[in-house]
């Protein structure tokens, strides 16, 4: 994608990561026109869009990628030049409860995008399109689970065990075979677990700091001992922005913090910056930790090579973890009304207030 006036369609916008897409594309692209569409789902939240939600260059538009008329007619109106598709039912234990959810949003409404850009692409065996892009953001779990030692690199075989990474790893699949068969101009990321401002109080960072400021108990699933290799989220959204307009059509991408962290490590050391925080006695917080049942099917160990990004397209991650955790809490605890809105369930009154008025 070069940098001339384009029309860009955004999914999954009023999510977590996707919101900090839209915002610094929004901000750094004057000359894109930026359709963020959102179904608003209860994860959905457009108070995580305040700061450009008046942008000329910015369109919200609520809507649901499992609907292919509406969405064929909206790559129609608006003539997209590039998707960057981030709209998915992003959390595994709700999938581990509800499977088809994850398979209709995730799969299908995936297909339902490739098929309208496509459609409007005129993409073809025949026809390679260059000046497009479909870029499909996923993630590490489709690799499965990593035992001790090694890392996902971009040709570790898929291996996924939740239906929420089953559901994934399908709608790469489908992105792979629309490239080799269709010629659409696809490129795909895998990342790993992301951390920072917007995260959805239901995901492990986020609970537990809502929980520790509540002085409610912090669940931590079996004996604390799976790892993730967390990202701070704008690291995720630079190298997104980069992928998008420096990434070769039909390669993937892994992108990763190169940083492992024990569940139960990481918690500790949440609960040591939150009695600091909130001047609380040292152990306060950790008196909390309530081990419980183990999630079904928990994956162990996940930890990136993200290697390829950062010799091709010189990406780094830029905040030491410390650093970015206490950021982090330090937002959670500043922006008080946004999580009380949104573990009170208000924020579906704000954002039908503000939709309302478009
Ligand atoms: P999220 O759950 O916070 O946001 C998902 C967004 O998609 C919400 O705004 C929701 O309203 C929207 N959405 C859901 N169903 C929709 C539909 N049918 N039509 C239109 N919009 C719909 O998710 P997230 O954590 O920001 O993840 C975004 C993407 O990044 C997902 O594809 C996820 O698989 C991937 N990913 C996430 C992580 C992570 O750590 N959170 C890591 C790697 C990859
Ligand atoms: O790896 C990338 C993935 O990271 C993304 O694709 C997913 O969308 C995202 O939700 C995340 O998946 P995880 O399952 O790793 O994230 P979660 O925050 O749910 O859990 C992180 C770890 O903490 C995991 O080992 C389960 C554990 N956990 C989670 C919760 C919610 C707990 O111990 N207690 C909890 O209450």
Request: charged share 20%.
């Amino acid at each position: 994608m070069n940098s001339t006036k384009r029309n860009i369609l955004i999914t999954g916008g009023a999510g977590f990561i996707g919101s900090h897409v839209v915002r610094r594309i929004v901000a750094k692209y004057p000359h894109y026109n930026v359709v963020n569409l959102d179904k608003l789902t209860y994860a959905g939240n457009l108070a995580n869009l305040t700061a450009i939600e008046n942008a000329s260059n910015y369109t919200f538009v609520k809507g649901d990628i499992t609907e292919a008329t509406f969405i064929n007619e909206l790559f129609e109106q608006y003539q997209f030049d590039g998707v960057i598709h981030l709209a998915a039912e992003s959390h595994v234990d709700r999938s581990i409860s509800n499977p088809l959810e994850f398979v209709i949003t995730n799969v299908i409404g995936t297909v339902n995008l490739l098929n309208a850009a496509k459609k409007l692409w005129n993409a073809n065996i025949d026809n390679a399109v260059t000046d497009k892009k479909f870029y499909h953001i996923s993630t590490d779990e489709v690799y499965g689970s990593l035992g001790a030692e090694g890392l996902f690199t971009e040709k570790t075989a898929y291996d996924p065990h939740s239906p929420y990474s089953a559901s994934k790893a399908s709608s790469d699949h489908f992105v792979r075979a629309y490239f080799d068969t269709y010629k659409l101009p696809a490129v795909i990321s895998n990342c790993s677990n992301n951390y920072g401002s917007f995260h959805f109080p239901e995901k492990l960072i986020p609970l537990a700091i809502n929980n520790i400021k509540q002085m409610k108990p912090v669940p931590v699933y079996g004996k604390g001992e799976n790892v993730r290799d967390w990202l701070f989220v704008e690291d995720h959204a630079a190298a997104i922005d980069l992928i998008f307009h420096e990434g070769k059509i039909g390669e993937t991408y892994n992108i990763g913090g190169n940083n492992e962290w024990k569940n139960i490590d990481l918690i500790h050391l949440l609960c040591k910056i939150m009695d600091k925080k909130l001047n609380r006695a040292e152990g306060t917080s950790a008196s909390l930790i309530t081990f419980v049942k183990d999630r079904a099917g928990h994956d162990l160990r996940y930890a990136i090579d993200s290697s390829k990004l950062q010799k091709e397209l010189g990406w780094k991650p830029s905040l030491q973890f410390e650093e970015g955790l206490e950021k982090t809490v330090e937002w959670y605890l500043t922006n008080e009304e946004w999580l009380n809105n949104v573990t009170s369930g208000n924020y579906k009154e704000y954002y039908t207030a503000q939709y309302s008025k478009r």
